[in-house]
């Protein structure tokens, strides 16, 4: 026998008489990557279940907040499919070219660089969307979906066997599941109960995440410049009425020193954000909104599977941002799950039979585990002062923006397609 316990809160939507139904899937966690999934097996007739402490609603931010999600060609075909891209309440924004650089605050970028433009791909390389935008969006699917049942805020206790799991709620209703789908986050309380091990590789950076409004235009432009202690990023976002030139920033540093960064005023915060822009294209910017602050670290779990249960995402999976790919990792996890539990489904057989998910397990974990092993070369090689490395990559990346065919791999590969 197998348990596992989510934290306790009872859902004060649903009453105790409401009486619950087995269901296909069980997903445990209403972020991102298990709404979606939740919504996308919905709609292929499998009936899930949704359990998050939190409740929805509450997780809608109303105002700009300074996070946006870099989502990539091949997960936003996916949101197509599970109904929830048209949701989106806030225009999307296309990235259309992204410049590679490396250099030092203060200076301008080395003239060696890489950039990938409108030349490289038939479509944007991927598209920036605010996080309160994709929460609404992804409410507002489950809503419509009939066959997702949502329970949040709500706590389950999950008892797997070899025949399915019990999921028994703290107002004492319960229900079966074939499957449960930890979609519980980087400290997945399901992970550690079904005992698998995870691996951590610390990088001793903070990344600050906010938005800025700036004087130019940005031209569907992103930046990923590299800095000794750490990367900074320039992604566009939307314009509103207020700032009609508008970006995000995740901009990596030491822990200690980017915590001070972050709580500078404004007006000094806006000129070192200046500094480690690397150009000055976008002219003088000023922050918006809230700035968050996140430790960063990679880990990665030793296996993706257990009875009745497969990880998905961050419970699977983190890596250092420095690609953008740490959420367009967790939807490749839901694409491959859910073709594999639509076509058992659609054939009458058991979506938490050991074979489907030992081949699921086989489709993704070598693939992220490459990434995840990518990110944090990349890191390494490029967050440090050391001019012989300095040159290496410069000459490195500069050599790549000369190869067309080689860019095109890259950009394909980054696109999920």
Not at 121 to 132: I, S
Not at 189 to 204: M, S, V
Request: neutral net charge; aromatic residues 6%.
């Amino acid at each position: 026998m197998h348990q596992t316990a989510t934290s306790p809160q009872v859902d004060p939507t649903v009453t105790a008489a409401a009486p619950l139904a087995d269901v296909d899937v069980c997903i445990v966690g209403a972020g991102p990557v298990g709404a979606t999934l939740a919504c996308r097996l919905g709609r292929a007739g499998l009936r899930v279940a949704v359990i998050d402490r939190v409740g929805l609603s509450p997780m809608e931010h109303p105002d700009v907040d300074g996070r946006a999600y870099a989502l990539a060609a091949g997960p936003k075909l996916f949101l197509e499919e599970a109904g929830v891209w048209d949701h989106l309440p806030l225009p999307s924004c296309p990235i259309e070219d992204i410049l590679v650089t490396d250099g030092r605050p203060g200076e301008p970028a080395s003239s060696l660089f890489l950039e990938f433009t409108r030349e490289d791909a038939n479509q944007p390389f991927g598209w920036m969307v605010e996080a309160r935008s994709l929460r609404v969006a992804l409410n507002a699917t489950l809503a419509a979906t009939p066959e997702v049942c949502v329970l949040a805020p709500a706590e389950a206790t999950v008892t797997r066997q070899d025949d399915g799991a019990q999921i028994r709620l703290t107002d004492g209703r319960s229900f079966h599941a074939r499957l449960v789908v930890a979609a519980d986050g980087r400290r997945s309380r399901l992970r550690a109960e079904a005992g698998i091990p995870l691996t951590k590789l610390p990088y001793g950076q903070t990344a600050i995440v906010s938005a800025i409004a700036h004087e130019f235009p940005h031209d569907n432009s992103a930046i990923e410049h590299f800095l000794p202690a750490g990367p900074f990023a320039q992604l566009p976002l939307p314009g509103t009425q207020e700032h009609p030139y508008m970006s995000a920033i995740v901009w990596s540093d030491k822990d200690g020193t980017a915590e001070r960064f972050a709580a500078l005023p404004d007006d000094m915060f806006a000129r070192q954000v200046e500094k480690r822009m690397g150009t000055g294209r976008l002219g003088r910017v000023q922050p918006v909104g809230r700035r968050w602050t996140y430790p960063l670290s990679a880990q990665y779990a030793q296996r993706y599977v257990a009875t009745r249960m497969v990880l998905v995402g961050d419970a699977a999976h983190g890596i250092h941002p420095i690609a953008g790919q740490g959420l367009n990792l967790g939807y490749r996890d839901i694409i491959q799950l859910s073709s594999l539990l639509i076509d058992a489904h659609a054939k009458g057989q058991d979506v938490g039979a050991p074979a489907l998910l030992a081949r699921y397990q086989a489709q993704c974990r070598p693939a992220n585990m490459l990434m995840l092993a990518a990110t944090d070369a990349l890191d390494r090689l490029f967050s440090n002062n050391n001019p012989i490395l300095r040159l290496a990559r410069d000459i490195g990346i500069a050599s790549v923006h000369r190869m067309p065919a080689l860019r095109r791999a890259f950009v394909r590969h980054a696109m999920g397609l």
